[in-house]
């Protein structure tokens, strides 16, 4: 059989750390390691994005654009890779497109070069800004299909989804398994099926949630699959990723060998397992997201879903809840038109279904962002809505059935001109920061910058490097 090199993408500066312990990694934590990670040899090395951009400010008073520089700067040899949730961008709601212009052409500009993409929803309408932006600033463009199953979802709207993809410009299709879905023979069909209908490579992420993801990546493997993700072995596993050591040890001296060594790779490890035994010293990695949970192929929550409902129930000292929460999560998903379980939609269904069973009575409590859903404020929903429910939600508030940030005008040069009128942030990518999360970079700016330099430097913004 002819080799094909499996490639690797290693989510220990990202998705391991928000899976397991709730984005709490700080650069110090990782700086040791970013010169041995960069000699490994991976397709790419997963480190921005997803939670790790609210987490730094709001819980790590870093900023989160000086990590990505710090990092790139350390590793000039890998690709740097960032997860970005479509006109989401990095928040909870929809940005306008000048937004997500810019934010792309920054994240380029101080060091990513992989940017996967994603809807909550697939909905298309959602990611053609992102798509676009990407293209035009020379990033590489990692299309993503949400996977989950529900009768809606299935193999041919999978491979169709992906075809329109990767007629949007797409360089690479990732399928984004987030709760571990994906079985393994399932997993050989759909990459089998994409082999044969699209051209660009296929990228394939999951977990190990349910205790099946190493099948599902040696299957996939065999099914021709390019890229894998997976996880140091300190912060693999449960409800991360499968670990790294132990694929590339399956494949060493197959025709799928990862070309990877695993005495580097264990230097490496070493380092991360005194940052995993800090982190479970302080309380900050909770032992449950270790275990394998079946029960997810039945609720279909994902890592980093599972361990904001553990945090959720802990503030509410109702931790017993938790099963009686898991099996809501299933209910409220189909009441909402089987949304893919996914940030922002996992963080809306989870509150929900954390709502319903502590109220006592389901829907007493509707947050806005399940308000926002239900009219249509994310995009489209793939299923049929239960319609008592959204009456109950948004009364005879009208549905918006356009792309939603067709409805938003540019913001960009607003939030500059309000910092400049508050007097805070010193550039481009501070504008940046407090469009996404205005609260959180306010607050953030004024303990970075307590002594700040020249007084009228700090005031005057430099809203032209934002002019694109």
């Known amino acids: 059989m002819e080799t094909k090199k499996l490639f690797i993408t290693d989510t220990i500066l990202r998705d391991a750390h928000q899976s397991q312990a709730a984005t709490r990694m700080r650069i110090e934590d990782m700086l040791p390691a970013l010169e041995k990670l960069d000699k490994i040899g991976y397709w790419s090395v997963e480190c921005w994005g997803g939670a790790t951009f609210d987490s730094c400010m709001r819980f790590l008073n870093e900023d989160p654009w000086e990590r990505l520089r710090t990092i790139k700067k350390h590793m000039p040899n890998t690709k740097l890779q960032m997860l970005l949730r479509g006109q989401n961008l990095l928040g909870y709601k929809h940005y306008a497109d000048d937004v997500v212009e810019a934010f792309v052409a920054k994240s380029i500009e101080n060091g990513i070069d992989v940017i996967r993409i994603f ?55 990732c399928i984004k398994d987030m709760a571990n879905l994906l079985l393994p023979y399932d997993a050989y069909s759909l990459v089998k099926k994409l082999k044969e209908n699209v051209k660009v490579p296929i990228h394939l992420h999951t977990h190990n949630t349910t205790g099946t993801g190493d099948m599902t990546y040696l299957m996939a493997s065999q099914a021709g699959v390019d890229i894998v993700d997976c996880a140091l072995s300190p912060f693999a596993n449960g409800t991360s990723n499968p670990s790294t050591e132990a694929l590339v040890a399956t494949l060493k001296g197959t025709e799928r060998d990862t070309g990877l060594d695993l005495t580097a790779l264990s230097e490496v490890a070493a380092h991360f397992r005194k940052v995993a035994d800090k982190m479970k010293a302080d309380g900050i990695l909770d032992p449950k997201v270790l275990n394998v949970d079946t029960k997810t192929l039945i609720y279909q929550v994902p890592g980093g879903m599972l361990s904001n409902l553990l945090s959720q129930l802990k503030q509410a000292n109702a931790e017993d809840k938790y099963y009686d929460v898991l099996a809501e999560v299933p209910r409220v998903r189909e009441d909402f038109g089987y949304p893919p379980l996914v940030t922002p939609t996992s963080q809306i269904v989870g509150t929900q279904a954390v709502l319903n069973v502590l109220a006592g009575e389901r829907y007493k409590m509707i947050p806005k962002e399940s308000k926002g859903l239900l009219r249509g404020e994310y995009g489209r929903l793939p299923g049929k809505v239960n319609e008592e429910v959204r009456k109950k939600a948004i009364g005879n508030d009208r549905v918006i059935t356009c792309r939603p940030a067709d409805l938003i005008k540019p913001e960009l040069e607003n939030y500059a001109k309000e910092m400049k009128e508050k007097g805070i942030g010193k550039s481009a ?7 996404l999360f205005p609260a959180v970079a306010e607050k953030f700016f004024a303990v970075r910058d307590k002594a700040p330099e020249d007084e009228n430097a700090v005031r005057n913004l430099i809203v032209e490097d934002l002019s694109i």
Do not use: W
Request: aromatic content about 8%; proline content about 2%; hydrophobic content about 35%.
């Open 119 to 173: 809807d909550a929803l697939n909905d298309v309408r959602n990611i053609e800004q992102s798509i676009r932006s990407c293209k035009k600033y020379g990033g590489v463009c990692e299309a993503a299909l949400s996977y989950t199953e529900s009768p809606v979802h299935n193999e041919e709207y999978f491979v169709k989804l992906a075809k329109e993809l990767e007629d949007m410009g797409a360089d690479v299709i």
């Open 429 to 435: 990518e501070d504008v940046l920061s407090y469009a």
